[in-house]
């Protein structure tokens, strides 16, 4: 009886060592604070939008411009910057030397879910979140025939926080799993088009009024 209470002693301190070692769940943020808030603008070099058959839009270069919204914004998720323009370069290319017009509908907007302090491109904190209302119609023409369609919803998107001198802030569409619906697909150029598609781009945001990239800082 003495061992069988030992070690069932012993078992239960174990447990109880792993429970207090494993982390514990970490809120989403409902507060959240942007420096500087207001206009902003962002760039890309090459964004590529990729369909679910393997085709690939890429252009050159993107440019946009938004506001983030007066701090702290709260919520747990919480919009915090709407883009209400943004272009892509033309003509972007495809496959079978296809060549695109990207046409854009804002405004898109910028929702943040989570955010890991020390984490990021720069470790100066990382906000996780989605580009929602995401609105484009794309037209071209390849070997294959003319295509219009157009693409719609929201992608997973990170913002790292810039370095510590100011520079840098990026925002990344690149990855996350969600992906953008294709539909009104007209044209015989469409006929390898598929139903649903990745955005992909690396956008550089940068404050109009201090001209460095603003902060975000959940908690």
Do not use: H
């Not at 942007?34 to 070099?45: D, L, R, S, Y």
């Amino acid at each position: 009886m003495f061992k069988r209470t030992s070690v069932l002693t012993a078992v239960g301190a174990a447990a109880a060592a792993v429970a207090l070692a494993a982390p514990s769940a970490v809120a989403a943020p409902t507060s959240w604070s942007i420096t500087p808030t207001g206009a902003f603008t962002g760039k890309a070099g090459v964004t590529a939008l990729t369909d679910n058959n393997g085709n690939k839009i890429q252009c050159a270069t993107s440019a946009a411009g938004g506001t983030a919204p007066t701090s702290p914004v709260s919520g747990s998720p919480a919009k915090l910057a709407s883009i209400t323009s943004i272009s892509f370069n033309s003509p972007c290319t495809g496959p079978f030397s296809s060549t695109w017009t990207v046409t854009t509908t804002p405004s898109w907007e910028i929702w943040g879910l989570d955010y890991a302090a020390g984490a990021g491109t720069n470790s100066t904190g990382q906000t996780t979140g989605e580009v929602r209302a995401i609105n484009a119609t794309v037209a071209g023409s390849s070997i294959l025939g003319p295509c219009s369609f157009k693409a719609s919803g929201k992608v997973a998107a990170k913002y790292n926080n810039p370095t510590s001198g100011g520079a840098n802030g990026t925002l990344n569409t690149a990855g996350g799993g969600l992906t953008l619906t294709i539909t009104n697909k007209v044209g015989g150029g469409c006929g390898i088009v598929g139903t649903s598609a990745s955005f992909a781009g690396l956008y550089t945001i940068v404050s109009t009024a201090t001209g460095k990239s603003p902060v975000i800082v959940g908690s």
